[in-house]
């Protein structure tokens, strides 16, 4: 039996649930949305302000690779031309922009013209 001051149990009857069932307890929410929320929040808290150095970073490697990629056409003697040979079609979509970047006015190889 219960006292008069404590409590009484949450179904509302006085000697507790029915047949030895638990008490019910509100439903769970997941953590995991919420959790993954303030993970991505704490990342673009620490990225945002490098986001514009981590971007010309990568521009720098992508065009290095592409230059030892395209060597072998810039004049270049490459000892992997073999190699990387099966690359350049792939690179050829952005060649373009490539060598705007670069402060080439017009495209450095005879044999594909972009502009």
């Keep these: 039996m219960t ?9 509302g ?9 638990a008490p019910r307890s509100a439903p769970r929410t ?12 704490l990342h673009e808290f620490y990225v945002a302000p490098y986001r ?14 592409r230059m030892l990629v ?7 003697p490459n000892p992997a031309a073999y190699y990387t040979a099966e690359l350049l079609p792939v690179l050829y979509d952005s060649f373009h ?12 190889l005879e044999n594909y013209r972009c502009c």
């Design 3 to 11: 006292s008069p001051h404590s409590p009484s149990p949450a179904d």
């Design 13 to 21: 009857s006085p000697d507790g649930p029915v047949g030895g069932e």
């Design 30 to 41: 997941s953590r995991a949305p919420r959790g993954r929320a303030f993970s991505d929040g």
């Design 52 to 65: 514009r150095t981590f971007a010309k970073a990568q521009r720098d490697e992508d065009d290095l690779f």
């Design 70 to 76: 395209m060597s072998e056409m810039l004049g270049v």
């Design 97 to 108: 922009d490539w060598h705007r970047r670069m402060g080439m006015e017009r495209s450095p």
